[in-house]
């Protein structure tokens, strides 16, 4: 696979986080081949200073309804990732309410409503979150055997997540994990029949 990273290109945007999450983000939802329509979910974390003058870490993640291939940097919203992250301390939430929380977590109401995924980018300790419905790995985890074909290509450079339905769940299944996880040694998420997900400090 030809990495369509282009240097020269990326560094008019080092500058500018949000200008370089929606050069990136262009970069895996342009090529059908990669990811069929809508593509994923993407973001980055970043520190700033709230509306009272206080620090804080805020997530930017793609809105619902946006696509990757054609994301523009209004089709991102800006959230307060310590709200996000006290949401998956509850044992059990229904979805509706997740929606309701995540989007009370909007540092602009005007923005749109992000992904029922956000929680998961939050959860990742990482600046930069890429999540696919990657083609090529749901072709392979949407076969009886998808679990042992994963094993046999990747082995243990990625963590495997059985298929939970994207909600509340998903993302508690998500949070047990990390606990006792040393994401180090990982260089991506398999969820299975569902996507991918990687992430990196840059
Ligand atoms: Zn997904």
Known sequence: M?????SIEAKRFRNDILKMRVYSSRLLGENRQLVLHGGGNTSVKLMGKNFFGE???FLIV???GADLATIEEKDFSKLSLRKLLKLVEFEN???LDLVFQQNLAMINPDSPSPSIEAILHAMIPYAWVDHTHADAVLTITNTPSGEDLINELYGNRVIKIPYVKPGFKLAREVFKLKKDLDWKK???MILLNHGIFTFGET
């Open 62 to 64: 793609k809105g619902s």
């Open 2 to 6: 030809k990495n369509l990273w282009n």
């Open 93 to 95: 939430m229904d979805d």
């Open 186 to 188: 990982f260089d991506g």
């Open 55 to 57: 620090e804080e870490e």
